[in-house]
């Protein structure tokens, strides 16, 4: 496997980072992932530009262009004959300069995901909603990667994250949104949520559809009591949930969420790069 470490190629063996390095000892970074499909970015303006703000909040150095970024996924790609998949895009604060890392993966959701629905469970931690890392895809990720190990361990696909209200916030790797009697809903920026990129197109599909959609504070309840349950981030996409605890969804009958799943599919195809 080659990866990107600033402008050199490495293979991985070879990829050398100092031990006092701020981003290694405490997660002092943030990260972007961007789907790759038949060879093409998905969507790369918007990964740059909201790592470009992060970097910014953090005051981390990072001038990497479209072109640039573009010309290393193409390179990345090739030699490691890769055209279906992810490119993972690190950005933290290094001993001396700062340290920024490309690699890619061939992991896809296959087609059956989306056929049977992902499985959601609510964790018992909480989304600090008052933090400011809410905003940013920090590397500082280890709440995530508990809550998502758990639900893993007992059978689900995700694990829903109420903030320390008890509202609704997020999965760990997902923006959540739900239907009810044609009315779309999901959680606002102030719960704590990282404003996804796949969230914020799905909000102007809603709109251009005229389906109405509601940004609040919602419990548990309101979700349990949903007619459509969707997740989304910018690997799956547009992904209908057929469980949430022990409620389970009619998928099959998923009228909204099908809709804006084949809509972003379209889209998608209009914003490869």
């Known amino acids: 496997m080659y990866i990107y470490l600033n402008d050199k190629l490495l293979e991985d063996g070879k990829v050398q980072i100092a031990y006092d390095s701020p981003g290694l000892l405490y997660g002092y970074g943030v990260f972007e992932t961007i789907k790759i499909y038949n060879g093409k970015s998905i969507f790369l303006y918007e990964h740059l530009e909201r790592m470009r703000c992060a970097a910014t909040f953090l005051k981390l150095n990072f001038t990497e262009s479209m072109e640039s ?112 009697d044609s009315i779309a809903y999901t959680p606002e920026l102030s719960c ?28 548990p309840a309101n979700i349990f009591e949903a007619d459509e349950v969707f997740i989304t981030n910018s690997l799956m996409g547009v992904m209908p949930v057929s469980m949430v605890n022990d409620v389970g969804y009619r998928i099959k009958e998923y009228k909204i969420a099908s809709c804006i799943g084949t809509e972003y599919e379209r889209i998608v195809l209009d914003n490869l790069f």
């Open 69 to 180: 970024a573009a010309l290393k996924i193409n390179n990345l790609l090739t030699v490691n004959n890769i055209s279906n998949g992810s490119v993972r895009i690190t950005l933290f604060k290094g001993a001396g300069e700062d340290i920024i890392m490309l690699h890619v993966k061939a992991v896809v959701y296959d087609e059956s995901s989306y056929k049977e629905g992902f499985k959601l469970i609510i964790s018992d931690s909480r989304r600090n909603d008052k933090s400011p890392l809410c905003s940013i895809k920090s590397v500082n990720y280890m709440d995530n990667i508990l809550a998502r190990n758990e639900a893993l361990e007992k059978g689900f696909n995700e694990a829903l994250l109420l903030n320390t209200e008890g509202v609704i916030a997020e999965g760990t790797i997902s923006n959540v949104f739900w239907v009810k």
């Open 192 to 219: 704590g949520i990282l404003p996804g990129i796949v969230r914020e197109k799905v909000i102007k599909l809603f709109n251009s559809h005229g389906i109405k959609l509601i940004e609040g504070r919602f419990t």
